[in-house]
């Protein structure tokens, strides 16, 4: 066993594209929270009126 030497890394063409567009343009902004759909309520649930719960 060789101690000492480190094994090079295999270039990672998309993480170098990564790379040169953030340092070129800058970071991304940040991350957009997108509401999950399915816990959005039914489109045509009718609502409860005060004059129907008397």
Do not use: N, W
């Not at 816990?39 to 005060?50: G, L, N, T, W």
Request: glycine share 4%; charged share 50%; proline share 9%.
């Amino acid at each position: 066993m060789k101690t000492g030497k480190k094994l090079r890394r295999k270039l990672d063409v998309s993480k170098e594209a990564r790379r040169r567009a953030r340092q070129s343009v800058g970071l991304p902004p940040a991350e957009r929270t997108i509401p999950d759909k399915r816990r959005r309520p039914p489109k045509h649930k009718q609502k409860i009126v005060d004059s129907e719960i008397d």
